[in-house]
């Protein structure tokens, strides 16, 4: 037993964080990986699973209901249990999280990162992803810098009215 939770923990951190800057990290590593090699079945039921990467188990069934999870079986009354190969997964979707990426973006790619060693594909589509978020930011700030700009002269209209009807 103490031999796998030494190979989970060998698997990958949750996250390799590399660097915080004002709260807020500024390099994640997703490159969660599971190596398939290993002896991945020891079971776990849904609690283990959960503790072991950093969410509720309520949490996990969402996830199955969003059909980013399934257990690797159910037996006897129903029981889920569950593999290391989940765990890598909840890691995935956990650091894709971070990235900023919705559960919807998530479950478009998240298979992509399991097809293959490499995970090119995966790291292909989510580059798309993020490109696609930074022009959406980049239009945002636009924006936001435009409604700054007509905020600060309607002030200074309000501000320069309101001299105008307190001077005698």
Not at 58 to 73: A, D, H, K, M, V
Not at 127 to 132: C, N, P, S, T
Not at 151 to 160: F, R, T
């Amino acid at each position: 037993m103490l031999e796998i939770a030494e190979k989970a923990v060998a698997l990958q951190p949750r996250l390799t964080l590399d660097s915080l800057v004002e709260g807020r990290y500024t390099q994640i590593n997703v490159n969660v990986k599971v190596d398939t090699k290993e002896n991945l079945t020891e079971k776990m039921r849904i609690g283990e699973l959960a503790e072991k990467a950093g969410v509720t188990p309520r949490t996990i069934r969402y996830y199955e209901n969003l059909g980013l999870l399934s257990p690797s079986e159910r037996e006897g009354k129903g029981f889920r249990y569950y593999t290391e190969a989940e765990l890598a997964r909840l890691r995935k979707i956990d650091a894709l999280q971070s990235l900023g990426l919705s559960l919807e973006e998530i479950g478009s790619i998240l298979d992509l990162f399991f097809q293959e060693p490499t995970m090119l594909r995966g790291k292909q589509k989510l580059l798309e992803i993020l490109m696609a978020h930074l022009q959406e930011t980049d239009e945002k700030i636009i924006a936001l810098t435009q409604f700054r700009s007509e905020l600060q002269a309607n002030i200074a209209k309000v501000q320069q009215y309101i001299e105008q009807v307190s001077q005698p």
